[in-house]
C-alpha cells in the first residue's frame, strides 16, 4: 500500500524484535503514531491505516509485538505479558530516539498502552485506544481464547481465506471475499514445509486460556486513570463488540470524563480503523495534536 522501512531492534531479554516505519509524506506533524496490534495479530493490520496517516504528516512505526510476524518468538511464556511487551516498545522508542509518539492500540495493544502508562507514562501525547479498555467483556475473551493459539495450517490460500473468514464474520459480517483474503495475507505466511501457518507463537495464547489475563484488575483501572489524566484520549468501539460491551465502553467513559468516543456502525471486534467514521474521528482527534 506505501513503502515502509523494516526496523530491528533488541528487546532487553535480547530478543530480535521487528516494526514497520512508514515516513511522513509531507512535512506536518512533529509527534509520530506508534500503532500496536491485537493478541494473534501482526503490524500488517495497520497496512492500509499507516500510509494515511502516513499522508496526513505523520511518521508511523507499526511494530510486531514479540512472538508475532517477524519478531522472535519468547523464550519463556511468562513474558508474553504486558508489562514485558510495554518494555518492548520503551526498547524500541529508544532504538528509533522518539522521545514522545501518539499510540494506537487495538485490543491488546491498548492494553499495552495503557500499561505503557505505569512504565513510562511521559513517553504517550495522547492515545486511541481500539475496542479495549479496563473492563472487558468475558463473553468476548471466551470467543477469542477459543481459536487463539491453535497453530493452525493450511494448504492453499482458499483454507486460509476460510478460516479466517469462519472466526471473524460475525465480527465483520459485511466483509467480501476479497477483505477476507487481505486478512488472510496478513495472518497466514509458508514455512518451509510449504504450508500457510499462522504468524504467530500459539503460546502467546497461554495466559488467556489459563485465566492468567482476566476480564479487569485493580491494575489495568488505575493504568486507564493514568493514562487518560490530563492527556488526550480517543475510544473507538465496534458498535457490535463482543469485547468491549455498551456496559463497558459507559463506565470508561464516566471514569474519564474528557474522553473522546466514537462507534464504528455494523463491526464487532475490533475495528480496522479505516472505516469511515473511524478515519474521521481519529482525523479531528489528531488535527488538535501536534
Known amino acids: 500500500m506505501s513503502d515502509f522501512k523494516d526496523i530491528y531492534f533488541t528487546s532487553k531479554d535480547g530478543l530480535r524484535l521487528y516494526a514497520r516505519d512508514y515516513p511522513m509524506q509531507q512535512a506536518k506533524s512533529s509527534l509520530p503514531v506508534v500503532c500496536i496490534h491485537g493478541l494473534t495479530r501482526n503490524s500488517a493490520d495497520f497496512d492500509e491505516l499507516a500510509p494515511w496517516l502516513a499522508s496526513l504528516g505523520r511518521r508511523v512505526i507499526a511494530v510486531d509485538v514479540r512472538g508475532r510476524g ?3 518468538h519468547a523464550v519463556k511464556v511468562d513474558h508474553y505479558h504486558p508489562w514485558v511487551y510495554a518494555n518492548d516498545i520503551v526498547s524500541l522508542c529508544q532504538h528509533l530516539q522518539i522521545s514522545q509518539a501518539i499510540f494506537i492500540g487495538t485490543s491488546m ?3 499495552i498502552t495503557m500499561t505503557l502508562a505505569l512504565r513510562k507514562q511521559g513517553l504517550i501525547a495522547a492515545a486511541i485506544l481500539n475496542d479495549v479498555g479496563p473492563v472487558l467483556s468475558v463473553k468476548g475473551l471466551n470467543r477469542i481464547a477459543s481459536y487463539a493459539g491453535g497453530g493452525n495450517r493450511f494448504q492453499n490460500w482458499d483454507e486460509a481465506r476460510t478460516y479466517i473468514k469462519e472466526i471473524n464474520q460475525s465480527a465483520f459480517p459485511n466483509n467480501s471475499d476479497a477483505e477476507w483474503d487481505k486478512w488472510a495475507r496478513r495472518a497466514f505466511a509458508m514455512n518451509p514445509q510449504g504450508q500457510l501457518e499462522l504468524q504467530y507463537d500459539p503460546l502467546i495464547a497461554m495466559p488467556l486460556k489459563t485465566g492468567k489475563l482476566k476480564a479487569t484488575s485493580w491494575l489495568i483501572r488505575w493504568a486507564f486513570r493514568r493514562l487518560t489524566k490530563r492527556r488526550p484520549c480517543l475510544l473507538v468501539r465496534g458498535a457490535i463488540s463482543d469485547l468491549l460491551e455498551p456496559t463497558q465502553a459507559e463506565m470508561m467513559r464516566q471514569m474519564a470524563p474528557n474522553l473522546d468516543y466514537v462507534e464504528v456502525p455494523e463491526v464487532g471486534h475490533a475495528p480496522m ?17 501536534a
Open 109 to 111: 495493544g491498548g492494553l
Open 273 to 289: 480503523l479505516t472505516e469511515q467514521a473511524a478515519k474521521q474521528a481519529i482525523q479531528t482527534f489528531l488535527e488538535k495534536l
Open 70 to 72: 517477524k519478531s522472535e
